[in-house]
């Protein structure tokens, strides 16, 4: 049996072969998990069935996070935890707490001196810091940027300053169906010499990964990726 912690458990960025990006040891701690707190109930009970096939899903018990829950409701979700229960926490892709509302279920854990054991899995950050080329000493994830177009222009400048006076890769993300229009903004907004690295479909067979600079991307054409989660990196 394993001991009773909050698990936080990496899922596939896509629909990559669980073989290919998590380790076997990652499968026997899910197989003995019966309370999860999940970001999209769909998508993890599809994980879970990836996992094993034979995991009876009418076993287990799921508590969404969902975008506007309250700390007290997250709370009452590691009721299990302190009764000697393991409770995993999964993300929708990807890591859990990372970009991601399970973050404030670590939180209430921690403060509460409960146990937290993050697993091993894949992260699109690291692995795209990993292909880009650029620092990776010293990297910041900047989450999605403002909506406002005049807010979105002067954020991109900022990090772009950021960039160079720190020697700081930068790293932020969009909805995909943006993707392409958040890479025409770079390219009108930042410096000719800047470089920028757009990683698409990372673990996936449609992974996309490729840096120039600005001024050599405007004469090169984007791939379609406006249905692929992709990270956007600039560095000086």
Sequence with gaps: MIEPALYLIPVTLGDTPL?????????KIIREIRFFIVEDLRSARRFLKKVDRDIRIEDLTFYEMGKHASSDRFAS??????????????????????????????AIAQHKGLKVIPLVGPSSMILAVMASGFNGQSFAFNGYLPIDPAERTKRIKTLEQRAYTEHQTQLFIE??????????????????????????????????????????????????????????????
């Design 19 to 27: 073989s290919r990006v998590l380790p076997d040891d990652n499968m």
């Design 175 to 236: 909805t995909p169906y943006r993707n392409a229009k958040l890479f025409g903004e770079l390219l009108r907004t930042c410096r000719p010499q800047t470089r920028l690295c757009i990683a698409a479909g990372l673990t996936c067979e449609e992974k996309y990964v490729r840096t120039h600079t600005v001024q050599e991307w405007k004469k090169l054409s984007l791939p379609d990726i406006a249905k692929i989660p992709a990270i956007f990196l600039i560095y000086g």
């Design 77 to 106: 979700y590691l009721e299990p935890l302190t009764q000697g229960h393991p409770v995993g926490v999964l993300s929708e892709a990807g890591c859990p707490a990372v970009a991601d509302p399970g973050a404030e279920v670590v």
